[in-house]
């Protein structure tokens, strides 16, 4: 692995431009980790807030996915073009939220292959304790001086520019 690594580097006299570019990739190699490791995370204080309830019969991923949802109906594909999905097996959540009594289903009357869902009171439960959740982590970020509005501002829209980026990677590969 090191000498794969060793072939990649510049032969000779290392130029500036070269020492700002692996800095550079450092730093964004840095930022990926922490988007990784911040995902696992909120599944984490996700969990735990449910495990401290009592609540087993869901997990995080299936909580944040109610929680995203909300008020609305929608297909299972729409629940990843709208964002409130980001997984690869909805399906099996779909069946197990239904399964459970956190969502309706029916086939839509249009298109009879597609099924429309929405959450159950029981789902609306879980969406409102993930609300409160939220908004007492929002609270004591702001209380603490974690995070003013002006560094959540910088956060989103930074943020927001790494995933216009990444869209637009994905759309020219093909």
Sequence with gaps: MAQAAMKTEPKGGAQAGS???AIYLGGYMEHLALIERLHRLLLDVVKD???RLG???INSVQALLLFNIGENEVTAGELKSRGYYQGSNVSYNLKKLVQAGYMH???CAVDRRAVRVKLTE???DVRMTVAQLFARHASLLQKKDILDGED???I???MRRVERFW???IRFIY
Excluded: L, P, V, Y
């Design 49 to 51: 807030e449910f495990e």
């Design 156 to 158: 989103n829209a930074t």
């Design 152 to 154: 959540m501002d910088d």
């Design 122 to 124: 029981k789902g609306r």
């Design 55 to 57: 609540i087993i019969d």
């Design 105 to 107: 289903h029916q086939r």
């Design 167 to 169: 869209s637009d990677q």
């Design 19 to 21: 020492a700002d570019s």
